[in-house]
């Protein structure tokens, strides 16, 4: 089974893992993907940081991870 992206995973990770998200997470508003805080925050993190709604955040992480299994 393919690794699934979750909000508990740092945005460095899923950044160096799976690049072809950063364009969702643009899409989104979640501009982090080059932040240097990257490395320590997760996408739970960042995303109350910019002040992203439960269902929003949700919302991301279904298209993120419909991207990746594209790749597969």
Do not use: W
């Not at 508990?8 to 508003?29: N, Q, R």
């Amino acid at each position: 089974m393919a690794e699934k992206i979750s909000k508990d995973m740092t945005l460095g990770d899923v950044v160096a893992k799976f690049p072809e998200t950063v364009p969702l997470m643009l899409k989104f508003d979640l501009h982090c993907a080059g932040c240097h805080i990257a490395a320590y925050e997760t996408l739970e993190q960042g995303a109350k940081a910019h002040r992203m709604s439960e269902e929003t955040l949700e919302k991301l992480l279904a298209e993120m991870n419909k991207a990746i299994e594209k790749k597969d």
